[in-house]
């Protein structure tokens, strides 16, 4: 059966990209009032897109926010599985606008690349599975499985009403499983199986000295410089192996066990040189990069500002500093109890002569992981190697999706993270872009997996 809808997808490529296209065009920048109306327009492009396919229910579901795209497919049956697909349709802001080589909002081909903002995330990876959707009911007048879409407008400002909407209304969204397409592969033409998220969660602390700047030559030697208190209290954090040294961070970690080492062992690794511009790589004593990046907690400083910060010297002791820390975590550990542990080891650290003010960061979520043989892993990884025609490789990713996270508390059902970006597609920079390679086979991968679903 999925011989004839790819057989659809490869005929009508240049409408579907035309579509798609017009998709991408909307400048639906979920940060900015300004784009409000270009937010609900996106909205707009796949409430009827999803109308024309055939979804029976489709509407935009008020969140207090940006709207939600729900439709449901129910015509398979009831002995058939539900699926829930994830995605979202708003983007990043486009600046610095003068780094773009082409107008984020005019899609332009290059060198084998879609250009445009929302290409890679997530525009045309929510594009590629209704355009599957849409291949399947052109030829087959109907779709292989029950279907609910869910695709929202706040992704990009950290999904602020989505959970209340899942949770207030499980039994509309409710499925056997789950579908995302919100991620990627490690390399282009790799395809990757993701079978774990990190989880994330963070605090901000502010150590204050005097209650105005001081003078450093009368006060120098008699007041604590609330800057360096904050480099003490920093560096006894974590220590020149990467170890973190809060008590207690590392009790509830799952270790990597020699079966996950082996799966990371076989991924291609990354040429950070050529990816970040280092020299050498910093990893905890005992792990590889791989394995540290995607199996084990990090804790790094993303922020730290504080005194006199123009042109010249300005001699004085600044009355405060700041510093913005974040931790991703893996399976096991609660993000709550990590803030209150970091909590505790700055106030039980800190130097005399300052106090600590500890906001907890409020966007936080747990780590998440489905055991690489789940069947509907292995039939994923099937069909990816089928539609790329190269071995799937499995693997833990560093960045957090909280919507997994909720999915999986709401409903308690295997998330399958179906992604098909690659490293080089800039994701939230200047000049983000999508494989047209990707696009194609990616959607052959996608009907390849519906099909074995059935």
Same mark, same amino acid.
């Given at each position: 059966?999925?011989?004839?809808?790819?057989?659809? $997808?490869?005929?009508?490529?240049?409408?579907?990209?035309?579509?798609?296209?017009?998709?991408?065009?909307?400048? @639906?920048?979920?940060?900015?009032?300004?784009?409000?109306? /270009?937010?609900?327009?996106?909205?707009?492009?796949?409430?009827?897109?999803?109308?024309?396919?055939?979804?029976?229910?489709?509407?935009?579901?008020?969140?207090?926010?940006?709207?939600?795209?729900?439709? =449901?497919?129910?015509?398979?049956?009831?002995?058939?599985?539900?699926?829930?697909?994830?995605?979202?349709?708003? &983007?990043?802001?486009?600046?610095?606008?003068?780094?773009?080589?082409?107008?984020?909002?005019?899609?332009?081909?290059?060198?084998?690349?879609?250009?445009?903002?929302?290409?890679?995330? /997530?525009?045309?990876?929510?594009?590629?599975?209704?355009?599957?959707?849409?291949?399947?009911?052109?030829?087959?007048?109907?779709?292989?499985?029950?279907?609910?879409?869910?695709?929202?407008?706040?992704?990009?400002?950290? @999904?602020?009403? $989505?959970?209340?909407?899942?949770? /207030?209304?499980?039994?509309?969204?409710?499925?056997?499983?789950?579908?995302?397409?919100?991620?990627?592969?490690?390399?282009?033409?790799?395809?990757?199986?993701?079978?774990?998220?990190?989880?994330?969660?963070?605090?901000?602390? +502010?150590?204050?000295?005097?209650?105005?700047?001081?003078?450093?030559?009368?006060?120098?030697?008699?007041?604590?410089?609330?800057?360096?208190?904050?480099?003490?209290?920093?560096?006894?954090?974590?220590?020149?192996?990467?170890?973190?040294? &809060?008590?207690?961070?590392?009790?509830?970690?799952?270790?990597?066990?020699?079966?996950?080492?082996?799966?990371?062992?076989?991924?291609?690794?990354?040429?950070?040189?050529? @990816?970040?511009?280092? +020299? =050498?790589?910093?990893? =905890?004593?005992?792990?590889?990069?791989?394995?540290?990046?995607?199996?084990?907690?990090?804790?790094?400083?993303?922020?730290?500002?504080?005194?006199?910060?123009?042109?010249?010297?300005?001699?004085?002791?600044? @009355?405060?500093?700041?510093?913005?820390?974040?931790?991703?975590?893996?399976?096991?550990? /609660?993000?709550?109890?990590?803030?209150?542990?970091?909590?505790?080891?700055?106030?039980?650290?800190?130097?005399?002569?300052?106090?600590?003010?500890?906001?907890?960061?409020?966007?936080?979520?747990?780590?998440?992981?489905?055991?690489?043989?789940?069947?509907?892993?292995?039939?994923?990884?099937?069909?990816?190697?089928?539609?790329?025609?190269k071995d799937t490789v499995y693997v833990r990713m560093g960045g957090s999706i909280p919507v997994v996270e909720w999915i999986e508390a709401i409903y308690n059902i295997p998330i399958v993270l179906l992604g098909f970006g690659t490293p080089d597609d800039r994701l939230h920079s200047p000049n983000e872009s999508f494989p047209i390679d990707s696009f194609v086979k990616g959607m052959e991968t996608l009907a390849y997996y519906w099909d074995e679903i059935r």
């Amino acid at each position: 059966m999925s011989e004839k809808v790819i057989s659809y $997808l490869t005929e009508h490529h240049d409408q579907l990209l035309e579509k798609l296209n017009q998709f991408l065009s909307i400048p @639906s920048v979920s940060t900015d009032s300004v784009h409000k109306n /270009d937010v609900r327009e996106a909205a707009s492009f796949l409430e009827t897109y999803l109308n024309d396919i055939g979804f029976e229910h489709v509407e935009q579901r008020e969140t207090g926010g940006h709207p939600l795209v729900f439709a =449901e497919y129910k015509q398979a049956g009831s002995d058939a599985p539900t699926v829930l697909f994830y995605g979202h349709y708003d &983007v990043q802001p486009v600046d610095p606008l003068d780094q773009w080589k082409s107008d984020p909002f005019k899609p332009e081909i290059r060198d084998g690349r879609l250009y445009a903002r929302g290409s890679s995330d /997530d525009k045309g990876q929510v594009f590629m599975q209704l355009a599957v959707f849409e291949a399947y009911m052109k030829t087959e007048g109907k779709l292989p499985l029950n279907v609910k879409v869910c695709i929202e407008g706040e992704e990009e400002i950290g @999904s602020e009403n $989505l959970y209340r909407t899942l949770h /207030d209304n499980k039994e509309l969204f409710a499925a056997d499983f789950a579908v995302i397409s919100d991620s990627g592969m490690v390399a282009e033409n790799r395809p990757t199986i993701l079978y774990g998220l990190k989880g994330f969660t963070g605090i901000e602390l +502010t150590v204050n000295g005097p209650d105005h700047d001081l003078h450093s030559g009368m006060y120098g030697g008699a007041v604590r410089n609330p800057i360096m208190a904050l480099t003490h209290i920093l560096a006894s954090m974590k220590n020149e192996e990467e170890v973190i040294t &809060v008590d207690g961070f590392y009790d509830d970690v799952e270790p990597l066990d020699d079966g996950e080492r082996q799966l990371i062992k076989q991924v291609e690794s990354e040429d950070y040189k050529a @990816s970040t511009g280092v +020299t =050498e790589t910093v990893s =905890e004593k005992g792990y590889t990069a791989k394995e540290h990046t995607m199996g084990r907690p990090t804790f790094e400083v993303n922020g730290i500002y504080g005194g006199y910060q123009g042109e010249g010297t300005k001699t004085i002791i600044p @009355s405060s500093a700041t510093a913005k820390i974040t931790c991703r975590l893996v399976p096991g550990q /609660d993000p709550e109890k990590i803030q209150t542990l970091l909590e505790q080891h700055v106030q039980e650290n800190k130097p005399s002569g300052v106090t600590v003010d500890v906001k907890k960061e409020k966007l936080s979520a747990k780590a998440y992981k489905v055991e690489p043989n789940h069947p509907l892993i292995q039939k994923a990884a099937k069909s990816y190697t089928k539609a790329f025609g190269k071995d799937t490789v499995y693997v833990r990713m560093g960045g957090s999706i909280p919507v997994v996270e909720w999915i999986e508390a709401i409903y308690n059902i295997p998330i399958v993270l179906l992604g098909f970006g690659t490293p080089d597609d800039r994701l939230h920079s200047p000049n983000e872009s999508f494989p047209i390679d990707s696009f194609v086979k990616g959607m052959e991968t996608l009907a390849y997996y519906w099909d074995e679903i059935r």
